[in-house]
């Protein structure tokens, strides 16, 4: 047989299931990652599983997305996750040490391996030749305990490379260039494999850059061979003995194939409000810019900065500009201070960020109403920069840096410059004290969990009702994210406070469902949410299911749901209903009073069709459901909490 290099390594990994790409697979996780904004809510279902330690190769918690604290909220949650790592064999990467993929890419991530991360960009070590996925964190927290990942086995996508990149084009070009052709939807359940000739002159660190991207296009996950680049990486990082070769077998068939030339790109841009919104940044020249951000785990290397770095150097920002440099990690700051960088982005007039996420959730740097933002970050929907009338355009560093130097959009082949071509180091700065290694196993069970008033326990619910009576309490259209269901940025100190955090559902759009979902629920009156395509698209957060779960939402009927959001509906025992037929949408209105009469039963026996009763409307709906065996058994028990509890007795 001829294996792609997903199979190779998912077949490798198989625990479950038959290898049928369509069918549900469970598959043995290597490595976890969490991060401080889904770890918390993770840890805690973690130790409600009742489990005295990890069983991964590698559990690492990451502090990195709220590290602004203002208030004790933020602190009290590191000092739980500090705790937790202790108490379970967990490493713990404290605040400041980096964003949670730039440091898993540098200094865990391993060919062949599979990562299982409470981000969506855990892709990011896809560049490393692992098969890296994002899920919520309650799947998170199942594989730490050593429960398989359930997936629906991928439909491989070729993504075939030829050429070298241009001067002045970059990684970022090629995931843009990539997501143009993909989009943003109809990519559920396939894997991104890049191959070809073009492959061997990208360096991991621009490999990480596509695949981590890539998440936006929807796809399970990404990956690149592992070769003699991924080797010298892994060298470079004192991690040498790591390396294994890895790729597909020659003849390999493939789902599709996608060609691209890297010596016909061009510098590319993600326009406002989508990163699929495509554009040649040519065609945007002398749009006048506000603010430049560079950073985020899709581009703050050690080369993109050094690059920026060089191409800033001697020269002062124009006074309109405000321009915010957050490395991706603490070895990136210290060696771009060491070979100079640092000091050439402050004499620009750089304002230098702390090595985290920041600006690209939106707990920091909003820009200023109506203004045009230019950063180097994965995502660009509406508000998330925290300004709600900012139009926030996507593009590589070198694109980002062209236009903090002239004040407007500007294709960076137009400047007077040489391109700085910067290379990837021989050796890396490894310096791992900010990163506490599992405590021996005696020490564990000394250690005492710290549980500030931020902390509550997480919520749970009650098994499938017998038959759903309910309202739409809200109807939505296409292309709602995770960011409009629950909003980062300033909220996101709440995530470890559920009932407080709940009371943000949906606030970019109606703020008050909130309270209109717990009166219903009060009132014995189920919710259910109607939405359009690609419902729930975006990041992994399961708040977005979480939290309508404690407001007492069953289900959600859409014209089609996102794959890790659908998941965490299931997870949090609410139905991911699709409509049989998508103009049923416009029969449903907000407000109706909708019945789906017997609809334990109809989980429990596995109808893929089943009937809602629009009782205000007077009409009858036809709704898909696309359920795994073991999936209905979740939905039934009420959620994955639930369910597991009961198999672990
Ligand atoms: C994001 O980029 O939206 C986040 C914040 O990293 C999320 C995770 C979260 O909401 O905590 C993600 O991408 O999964
Ligand atoms: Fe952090 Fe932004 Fe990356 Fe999410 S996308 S992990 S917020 S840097």
């Given at each position: 047989m001829n294996f792609t290099l997903t199979e190779k390594i998912l077949r490798d990994h198989l625990v479950e299931g038959r290898y049928e790409p369509g069918r549900e697979i469970g598959i043995r996780i290597d490595q976890t990652l969490t991060q401080d904004a889904t770890g918390t809510m993770a840890y805690l279902q973690f130790e409600s599983m009742g489990l005295s330690k990890v069983e991964t190769e590698i559990s690492a918690s990451y502090v990195d997305?709220?590290?602004?604290?203002?208030?004790f909220e933020n602190a009290d949650d590191h000092r739980y996750l500090q705790t937790i790592a202790e108490k379970y064999g967990i490493h713990f990467s404290r605040p400041g040490n980096g964003i949670c993929h730039q440091v898993h890419l540098e200094r865990f991530g391993q060919p062949g391996r599979t990562l299982l991360g409470s981000d969506s960009h855990t892709p990011t070590c896809g560049g490393l030749g692992m098969i890296a996925i994002g899920a919520g964190g309650l799947d998170v927290a199942v594989a730490m305990g050593g429960g398989a990942y359930y997936l629906a086995c991928p439909n491989v996508i070729r993504v075939n490379l030829e050429g070298e990149l241009p001067d002045w084009v970059t990684a970022k070009d090629v995931i843009l260039k990539v997501l143009g052709e993909l989009t943003t939807k109809g990519n559920v359940g396939c894997v991104c494999e890049y191959a070809g000739e073009g492959v061997r002159t990208l360096t991991v660190p621009e490999r990480a850059t596509i695949t981590n991207m890539g998440a936006e296009t929807g796809v399970t996950t990404s990956i690149f061979p592992s070769d003699a680049e991924t080797r010298k990486f892994l060298t470079a990082q004192d991690r040498g003995g790591q390396w294994v070769p890895l790729e597909a077998d020659a003849g390999a068939e493939y789902h599709r194939e996608l060609e691209i030339d890297l010596s016909d790109l061009e510098p590319l841009m993600a326009a406002p409000h989508s990163p699929g919104n495509i554009v040649p940044v040519s065609s945007l020249e002398g749009t006048p810019v506000d603010q430049v951000m560079i950073g985020s785990c899709t581009n703050s290397s050690y080369v993109d900065l050094m690059t920026v770095a060089e191409m800033l150097k001697g020269h002062s920002l124009p006074p309109g500009i405000s321009l915010g440099v957050a490395p991706g990690s603490r070895q990136v700051l210290s060696m771009i201070s060491e070979d100079g960088g640092l000091g050439d982005l402050l004499g620009s007039g750089a304002r230098i960020l702390e090595s985290a996420c920041g600006f690209c959730i939106g707990n920091s740097m909003s820009p200023k109403t109506d203004s045009v933002s230019v950063r180097t970050s994965n995502r660009n929907f509406k508000g998330r920069s925290g300004t709600a009338s900012a139009n926030v355009y996507l593009a590589s560093p070198v694109v980002a840096a062209a236009a903090a130097l002239k004040g407007e959009i500007v294709d960076p082949r137009d400047l007077d410059m040489k391109f700085p071509r910067v290379r990837m180091p021989d050796r890396f700065k490894v310096d791992d004290s900010m990163i506490i290694p599992p405590q021996p196993a005696e020490d564990r069970a000394k250690v005492r969990i710290f549980r500030g008033p931020n902390i509550g326990a997480p919520p749970t619910n009650e098994p499938m009702p017998e038959d759903l009576r309910g309202r739409i309490t809200i109807k939505v259209d296409d292309y709602v994210t995770t960011d409009h269901i629950m909003p980062a940025g300033s909220r996101l100190k709440y995530r470890s406070n559920v009932p407080k955090y709940s009371?943000?559902?949906f606030e970019p759009l109606d703020p008050t469902f909130s309270k209109r979902a717990a009166e219903n629920r009060e009132g014995g009156i189920h919710n259910l949410i109607a939405a359009g395509l690609s419902y729930g698209q975006g990041s992994s957060r399961e708040h977005a299911a979480l939290c309508p779960m404690y407001l007492g939402v069953k289900a959600v009927v859409a014209k089609s749901i996102e794959r890790i959001h659908a998941a965490n509906l299931v997870n949090f025992g609410i139905v991911p209903f699709t409509f049989a037929s998508e103009s049923d949408y416009d029969l449903l209105r907000e407000g109706d009073g909708v019945e789906i009469s017997g609809i334990r039963e109809a989980i429990e026996r596995g109808d893929e069709v089943i009937e809602a009763f629009d009782r205000t409307a007077g009409v009858k709906v036809k709704l898909k459901t696309e359920l795994s065996g073991r999936q209905r058994e979740i939905l039934v028990a009420g959620g994955l909490l639930p369910y597991t509890v009961r198999k672990n007795r």
């Open positions: 997305h709220n590290t602004i604290q203002v208030g009371e943000f559902v």
